[in-house]
């Protein structure tokens, strides 16, 4: 189901890169989540404020437009009948074409004939996962003083937030997808001067997670289990330790 809204989402970053404005960063690609609609969401798309969303609720993509929203069931549906449903839709809302491409890649390849299948259990235990990112992002800036976005970028699905502390640190966190590194969905800290990841081998031992300074220098901790008390308490100590 991971990989399924992984692919999902890249409809939405399609929508970003076809409708907004190219920034460097590709910050027009990246995504919402909202905790009340459950659902991702693209950066506006017109200036009426046209937006395209992932609902996990209902496994659908909605598109949300003044004169009218108009959505589309995911289960059962495949790759080329989608993208059907996607060029219909900004013709009839916008007058624009969508297009399917990107400048990057992704661990997992896409053909017209692949199929959507809803898992209900296992779709919820994704909301809810970023639900709790969500807010434990929220109150980890808020209790230390911090000023952020929260996005999720489409290219590694990773959920995160970036604050610049000084001249000499800036430090992203965040929750990660399963990777080569750790095998389930974990939280995330790394400290930067520059473009340069900080040295991590001279800190003290965390409470919760554990320092990584071998190719990713930073902190993570796995998702598992964790609530939202925990996941602050493992980003404030990280953070107050890169303050050091």
């Known amino acids: ?67 009218n929203n108009t959505s589309f069931t995911l289960d059962g549906k495949t790759h080329q009948q989608v993208l059907e449903w996607l060029t219909n839709s900004a013709d009839s809302f916008l007058g624009k074409k969508y297009t399917y491409d990107f400048h990057y890649d992704l661990p997992y390849s896409i053909d017209d004939s692949f199929t959507f299948v809803l898992d209900g259990s296992k779709l919820k235990e994704l909301a809810d996962l970023r639900t709790l990112t969500q807010s434990s992002l929220e109150k980890t800036l808020a209790v230390n003083g911090l000023a952020s976005d929260i996005r999720i970028w489409p290219h590694h699905f990773d959920s995160g937030a970036y604050v610049v502390i000084s001249d000499d640190l800036s430090i992203g966190f965040g929750l990660a997808v399963p990777d080569t590194m750790i095998n389930e969905h974990y939280f995330y800290i790394s400290g930067y001067k520059g473009h340069s990841g900080l040295d991590t081998s001279k800190f003290d031992s965390l409470s919760l997670g554990e320092w990584k300074n071998e190719g990713f220098k930073g902190a993570v901790l796995p998702a598992t289990n964790i609530n939202e008390e925990q996941a602050v308490q493992f980003f404030t100590e990280a953070i107050n330790t890169y303050k050091k």
């Open 1 to 67: 189901m991971e990989k399924m809204m992984h692919l999902a989402a890249q409809y939405l970053a399609a929508a970003g890169i076809s409708f907004v404005e190219k920034k460097a960063d590709d910050s027009h690609t990246n995504l919402e989540w909202s905790n009340d609609k459950q659902r991702l969401e693209t950066h506006p798309l017109s200036i009426d404020g046209d937006v395209l969303a992932l609902n996990y609720n209902t496994f659908s993509l909605e598109w949300e437009s003044p004169e």
